[in-house]
């Protein structure tokens, strides 16, 4: 863009264009060069520079342009038509690709989600207008400046999530937003307008548009934030008790004195808070307890509070909500065998971990022992260090487990099913009875595991 462009538009932005440098990669000032050198404004815009003015690494550079998406690919040889009917071209220079997206007013909301039309416009105002937040509302090339037009830096200083505009509006086109808004508070440590928190209140049960897929992805990226306790305001405002519900009975049911200063919600907080940042632990943590409600019992006589069988019970409803907020298969399983086997305290010491070395794996016990020591950090703080010196037990015995190649796998028998058969067995049900008693022995006794004994033994 020439000189005297930019002058002009500083003049009708006076208030909105703060002269503060940012630092933007070599191709995305290649790309927004090029636009400038044809006539056209271009600016990166939104996510990118928040990130890049609170001193972190942008993932991705997103570029606005008054060219319109034919334009855009007119300027550049290699480009993809990413959402084209919205406007976006991806830009591909060597290996990285970067969507450029034109100016753009949204049509109606008919679904809580998606604009039923958009308007394409030469106003980058009319553009940062139609976002979510403010810190989300702002735009930069080394021309114009920062152009910020509604107040993003200021809350940016302040700490402040607030919705561009009126929050009914931005939260009515795209309810996904309501979500939205407790996520970046969460990853940035910012609150919540009260303005905009009213309207999540008011507007949260709209979430029942949006895709499970789509909740998935915002409440993974809360939980693995350094803040993954904001899942609280997820429950204060609302919003649990419509894509996660389960949440809710969690935060309403009491726990037994002699080991609980909280109830089971408020412990599931903590012990997501003492997991790894990690989507599947975190997760893990969220669901490990999700069976008590369902198991909870009253000692008439003593008045304690019991939850026997919440493993198993957990485990399965678990999967219904992973299956339903449409998990991958291994983000499952892990997370079901994690919380089945969270309640084991290995009374029994090297045989109940083979066992459960046979359940989950070798490779998922470390996350065991990981959850077991975050549930205890959850309880009385007059428990947490028997119950950390017994989990270093517990793993000082698998470690010794494993350099001695204890068997705790039907793999690892000593008996194969062909030598069954060739002892005159039949293949069927009867031989994986006899292969499972041997295994259930060799378990208890490892010396056992010895072809000749099992042979004598079970055949």
């Known amino acids: 863009m020439c000189a005297s462009a930019a002058d002009a538009l500083r003049r009708n932005w006076s208030t909105g264009v703060r002269h503060i440098k940012i630092r933007i990669p070599d191709n995305v000032r290649k790309i927004i060069a090029a636009f400038e050198g044809a006539g056209y404004e271009a600016c990166a815009v939104g996510g990118c520079v928040r990130d890049a003015l609170l001193g972190r690494e942008p993932q991705d550079w997103d570029i606005a342009t008054s060219a319109r998406p034919e334009e855009t690919k007119a300027l550049f040889r290699r480009t993809v038509d990413t959402g084209i009917k919205h406007g976006t071209v991806t830009v591909l220079l060597g290996s990285d690709a970067y969507e450029v997206t034109t100016y753009r ?15 394409f416009t030469p106003s980058l105002r009319e553009d940062l207008a139609r976002r979510d937040f403010t810190i989300n509302a702002m735009a930069y090339s080394d021309s114009l400046g920062l ?40 990853q940035l440590g910012f609150t919540i307008d009260p303005a905009t928190e009213a ?18 992805e915002e409440m993974t990226k809360l939980l693995v934030s350094d803040d993954p306790g904001k899942v609280r305001k997820l429950y204060e405002t609302g919003i649990t008790r419509v894509i996660l519900p389960e949440f809710d009975v969690l935060m309403e049911t009491e726990q037994d004195g002699r080991y609980h200063l909280f109830n089971v919600g408020e412990h599931t907080i903590r012990v997501i808070e003492h997991v790894s940042a990690d989507p599947v632990m975190r997760w893990t943590a969220l669901l490990h307890d ?13 008045g304690r509070i019991h939850f026997k069988g919440h493993g198993p019970a957990g485990a399965k409803l678990a999967e219904e909500i992973l299956r339903r907020l449409k998990f991958d298969n291994a983000t499952i399983e892990t997370a079901v065998k994690l919380i089945r086997w969270h309640v084991m305290r290995f009374e029994r010491g090297e045989y109940d971990i083979r066992w459960c070395l046979n359940e989950i794996g070798p490779e998922r016990f470390p996350l065991l022992m990981e959850l077991q020591r975050a549930d205890a950090y959850g309880k009385k ?54 292969l499972g008693r041997m295994l259930e022995d060799v378990l208890n006794e490892p010396s056992h595991n010895d072809k000749e004994y099992l042979m004598r033994i079970y055949t």
């Open 199 to 216: 309207a999540v209140v008011r507007l949260a049960p709209t979430l029942e548009k949006i895709s499970a897929e789509r909740i998935r």
């Open 105 to 119: 007013v949204d049509g109606a909301y008919e679904d809580g989600r998606h604009p039923k039309s958009v308007t």
């Open 290 to 302: 999700i069976g008590k409600p369902r198991s909870r019992q009253i000692d008439e006589v003593k």
């Open 381 to 434: 703080p007059e428990t947490l260090s028997d119950s950390l010196a017994r989990c270093d037990r517990v793993e000082r015995m698998c470690d010794e487990i494993l350099a001695r190649g204890d068997c705790f796998r039907m793999s690892d028998l000593a008996v194969k099913g062909a030598d069954l058969i060739e002892a005159g067995m039949a293949p069927g049900p009867e031989m994986g009875e006899i």
């Open 147 to 186: 152009v910020d037009l509604f107040g993003g830096m200021d809350d940016l200083r302040a700490g402040v999530i607030r919705c561009v505009g009126v929050p009914e509006e931005r939260f009515g086109e795209d309810a996904l937003r309501i979500l939205r808004a407790l996520r970046f508070s969460a």
